[in-house]
Nanobody, 119 residues
Framework: QVQLVESGGGLVQPGGSLRLSCAAS????????MGWYRQAPGKQRELVAI???????DYAESVKGRFTVSRDNAKSTMYLQMNSLKPEDTAVYYC?????????????WGQGTQVTVSS
């Protein structure tokens, strides 16, 4: 099975930046849909950013213009560049990789990395 490991989280002041990484145990290609989700205390997990098979991207309205998702298939790594961070961005961020549509058996998650935005 594919193993996903997130890194890059930490404590940052409002207005600061972080770059999250998601390293996969095997090479990813454009046929995989990969995305970032987050879960804040007391809230449900939500989609933050996604790069779909074939390349199109989409973002949660709350992060548009501030976050950018990208991936390097040769390095089997997906990134989330987070700029202009706000306290409401505080959450555990999870990496997801899926081969096929929703409900696919090939659907993998990382363990999560904590992002805390606070002064």
């Amino acid at each position: 099975q594919v193993q996903l490991v997130e890194s890059g989280g930490g404590l940052v002041q409002p207005g600061g930046s972080l770059r999250l990484s998601c390293a996969a145990s095997e090479r990813m290609s454009s046929v995989w849909t990969m995305g970032w989700y987050r879960q804040a205390p007391g809230k449900q997990r939500e989609l933050v950013a996604i790069m779909m098979a074939g390349g199109p991207t989409d973002y949660a309205e709350s992060v548009k213009g501030r976050f950018t998702v990208s991936r390097d298939n040769a390095k089997s790594t997906m990134y989330l560049q987070m700029n202009s961070l706000k306290p409401e961005d505080t959450a555990v961020y999870y990496c997801n990789a899926r081969l096929g549509g929703l409900g696919s058996k090939f659907d993998y998650w990382g363990q999560g990395t904590q992002v805390t935005v606070s002064s």
